[in-house]
């Protein structure tokens, strides 16, 4: 049974720094080269993909928006993927929430396509980044 455990959301003020985990179980991320995807939702806005990446490779691609600020890494021996977030804005706000996939067989390959939330299968449960002064 596919489950992701999305965690280490928090207030933080503008310029700070947040890291998100992504916790997977019921399988093992560099086995089949599942991607994991980094979405968020801020109130009243479309879900939107944020950073992916390929844990059998380390292949990964960024929205423009964090490009620069956030990094996405794996540790495979843990099973987790992290959102390091760095320099946060408060347009950063938002619930973010974790998925895998698949069907993404390369982040740095398919680009744009990895940061789409319908070719994601499996969803976690969301953490709230909420970024105030």
């Known amino acids: 049974d596919v489950q992701l455990q999305a965690s280490g959301g928090g207030v933080v003020q503008p310029g700070g720094s947040l890291r998100l985990s992504c916790a997977a179980s019921g399988f093992i991320l560099d086995k089949y080269n599942y991607a994991i995807g980094w979405f968020r939702q801020a109130p009243g806005k479309e879900r939107e993909g944020v950073s992916c990446?390929?844990?059998?490779?380390?292949?990964?691609y960024y929205a423009d928006s964090v490009k620069g600020r956030f990094t996405i890494s794996s540790d495979n021996a843990k099973n987790t993927v992290y959102l390091q977030m760095n320099s946060l804005q408060p347009e950063d706000t938002a619930v973010y929430y974790c998925?895998?996939?698949?069907?993404?067989?390369?982040?740095?390959?398919?680009?744009?396509?990895?940061?789409?939330?319908?070719?994601?299968?499996?969803w976690g449960q969301g953490t709230q980044v909420t970024v105030s002064s």
């Open positions: 990446i390929n844990s059998s490779d380390g292949s990964t």
């Open positions: 998925a895998a996939s698949r069907r993404i067989t390369s982040a740095r390959s398919m680009g744009i396509i990895s940061l789409l939330a319908p070719w994601y299968a499996y």
